[in-house]
């Protein structure tokens, strides 16, 4: 079975000739499903001969939204059953200008970031571009109006999933499509070098975030293994690239722990470090994780250090903590899930 959410319009128009079907029947297919229809069954203006054929030979797999919390603050976080029954997560934000989803490039991840619980399980899996796009079909569903931004920052490092990424991001601006603007899109990586030169000759309008969370080399490889292959050097050289290349701002994304990157000492490297680049630095309360070695500061340090930043002429904001009574950051709701045998953690069975 072909996953129609994989094909662009021109492919799907091959596909269903090479079926014997009129190829502008493509257009109508998938008009209904980014209409949010997903059933062949339900697209009237599609004969019951065609109807048939698509059910032989295709498939429109949105994931299954087994387990959906909801926040205090109104974030809304998603298990999501893929169609081979591996569990994803994905997150619906509500913001003053619309709806926002936090969607995962991967199941499970390899990059080992001591912080995280996305890694713990390890890569098993890269998902394609019809999977990403299925998650924000499935929670534009729940949120009944639709989804105006993205962040690729759920489970999985996006740019160890390149190709399909790429592909992704191509198919989701596309006015065919979900017609998500790629200066409404934000890519969060860990910092793989090569990849990010490659992403910047891609060319694109998406915001590139940074996840640094230390700014020297031998801090940072304790809490982040990518580090070791791509340490900040060749990580700032392909970011300078990334910049004389697009233009563009980049975000850095710093996870502050308790009294080990909330010092005014960190705050000076983290001054050394981005000087010359045109960049934003997001503080983030870090989430803490079950059995998590790392705890979070209290706000009077976590506003000192923006403070200081600041001082240095450094652009910095705190993120705003969402979801947190849910378990909303990568993967403490799924590692919750797992490690009670899939049974009940709380919130709406779907």
């Known amino acids: 079975m072909i996953n129609i959410l994989d094909l662009t319009p021109e492919e799907l128009k091959q596909k269903l000739k090479e079926s014997g079907e009129k190829p502008f029947r493509a257009d109508q297919i998938l008009n209904w499903i980014y209409e949010g229809v997903f059933s062949f069954d339900d697209m009237k203006n599609l004969g019951e001969g065609t109807r048939a054929l698509l059910k032989r030979e295709f498939s429109v797999d949105v994931p299954e939204i087994i387990k959906l919390l909801k926040s205090v603050d ?19 934000m509500k913001y003053e200008h619309g709806y926002s989803v936090c969607i995962s490039t991967q199941v499970g991840c390899r990059m080992g970031c001591s912080f995280c619980a996305s890694t713990k399980e390890g890569l098993i899996r890269n998902l394609t571009a019809g999977e990403m796009i299925g998650q924000i079909l499935a929670l534009q569903q729940v949120a009944g109006e639709r989804i105006s931004n993205l962040v690729l920052m759920g489970s999985g490092e996006p740019l160890d999933n390149f190709d399909e990424v790429a592909r992704f991001l191509g198919m989701v601006s596309s006015p065919w499509g979900l017609a998500i603007g790629q200066r409404h899109i934000t890519l969060s990586t860990c910092g793989i070098a090569p990849r990010i030169r490659d992403f910047a000759d891609l060319d694109n309008q998406v915001t590139l975030a940074i996840s640094l969370h230390q700014p020297t080399q031998a801090e940072r490889q304790k809490l982040m293994p990518v580090a070791w292959q791509h340490d900040l050097t060749s990580l700032f050289e392909a970011l300078r690239y990334y910049q004389t290349k697009t233009n563009r701002r980049i975000s850095f994304e710093y996870a502050l722990v308790d009294g080990v990157n909330d010092t005014p000492e960190a705050a000076q490297a983290l001054r050394v470090l981005l000087r010359g680049l045109k960049c934003h630095v997001n503080l983030i309360p870090l989430n803490e994780i079950k059995d998590g070695l790392y705890k979070k500061p209290d706000l009077k340090k976590i506003e000192a250090f923006r403070a200081r930043l600041e001082s240095f002429n450094i652009p910095t904001t705190i993120r705003r903590e969402m979801g947190s009574d849910i378990d909303a950051a990568c993967g403490q709701l799924k590692r919750s899930f797992l490690d009670q045998g899939g049974d009940d953690v709380g919130g709406e069975d779907v």
């Open 74 to 92: 109104g974030t809304r976080k998603g298990l999501l059953k893929l169609k081979d029954s591996h569990i994803i997560e994905a997150v619906l």
